[in-house]
Every structure is written in C-alpha cells, then in structure tokens.
C-alpha cells in the first residue's frame, strides 16, 4: 500500500558481491595482507585493460576460473593457484541485509539477485548462502551472457519479476551499475555498509525497525 507522497515499491534487486557480502574494499584488503603484496596491487591489476578484460570475460563466461586466475596472478606477481578463492576468502555474509530480504519476500515483498558472476568451478563463491531458498530470483551474468551495466542484464531480472524498473529498488556497491539502473527508472541505493543499507531499506520498504 502507497503511503501519501511516497512511493510503494513492488520488489528490490540486490547485487551479491559487495552487496550480500561484506564490503569489497575491505576483502581486497584483507586479500593484500595475506598475500603479503602492496596494498593497491589488487585494484592497480583490475585496473589495467588486461585485467578488465579478464573480469569481463569470466563474468560473461567466456573464460574459465583457472584462466583468470592464470591471466590476474600474472598481473599480480602471485601463484595462480586458486587464485579467485584466495581473492573471496572474506567475502563472509552480510547478515543485516540478508534479514531485511527475507523480511521483504515475506511481506510480499518481490527479491532478486543481479550478479556479474565469477563463474562456479572449482571455486563456488555463492556457497553456504542458498540464493535460491531466499530469494525469488536470480540472475547470474555467466549464466545469460550478458553482464551490468548493459541495459540486458537489467531486463532480465525484470521479466522474470514481472515488474517494472519505476517499482523496484536496485542496490549495488558499484556507482556505474547505479547510474545505469537509475536511467532506466530503478530507484538507486548505494550499498557500501551493510548495517546502513539494512536502514536504509527498511525505511523505504516500510518493514519495522530491529
């Protein structure tokens, strides 16, 4: 139900990594300290044209895990081997988020995942968090071969919503993915800490507060 002035929304989209998991700019971090490498050597290999392209390719499931981590190690200076979940270690459960969620299916509350996946052999980083038993739907790039923040991807998700992007939230750690979601009529939550997006939801989804 619409309350005067403000909107009612119909279903919230979430990005996992970073997202539904804990922030990645901390898991980067975390990842340089035991490697024992630079702090930034994560992000200046991301950052390289080689190494976007290695990430554009596994999301889209062009390459393999093993070929990425090969690809970014040598980026790196680091042994490949597992690679990606060394990388993903501490990408633990947002807990907060998560709650709030399962609060909004059970309030009627429509839910999807949106992911530009890492692919999910031999490392599985969506493990131990049954995106399928908490969510109503879920997208993985890999699996469609389209990735954020092409307009495709966000299609998807709506179609298999049945919704339209002026009913949803979308939240992701990513302001391009943000940008992206906005212009096609999604309302955009940055979602950087897990504790302040759980308030922040709640609010505009109307559930009670903890």
């Known amino acids: 139900m619409e309350r005067a002035g403000v909107p009612s929304f119909r279903a919230v989209i979430f990005d996992f990594f970073g997202v539904l998991t804990s922030n990645m700019v901390e898991v980067i971090t975390w990842f340089e300290d035991r490697e024992r490498i630079a702090r930034g050597t994560f992000l200046r290999a991301w950052a390289d044209p080689r190494g976007q392209d290695l990430f554009r390719r596994l999301e889209l499931g062009q390459i393999s895990q093993e070929d990425w981590n090969s690809g970014f190690a040598t980026l790196m200076g ?3 081997d597992n690679l990606l979940g060394r990388y993903l270690h501490d990408a633990f459960p947002a807990y907060p988020v998560l709650r709030v969620a399962r609060e909004a299916r059970a309030a009627g509350i429509r839910t999807a995942v949106l992911s530009n996946s890492l692919g999910r052999q031999p490392y599985d980083p969506y493990t131990g968090f049954d995106l399928h038993g908490t969510f109503d739907v879920v ?6 071969g389209v990735r954020k923040p092409e307009p495709a991807a ?3 998700v709506l179609e298999n919503l049945d919704v339209r992007a002026t009913e949803c939230l979308f939240v992701d750690d990513s302001e391009e993915n943000l940008a ?3 212009k096609l009529g999604f309302t955009p939550v940055h979602g950087l800490d897990e504790d302040l997006v759980a308030r922040q939801l709640r609010k505009l989804l109307h559930l009670p507060g903890l």
């Open 78 to 80: 680091v042994k490949p």
């Open 154 to 156: 966000f299609r998807i």
């Open 139 to 144: 997208v993985l790039s890999a699996e469609h």
């Open 180 to 182: 992206a979601a906005q």
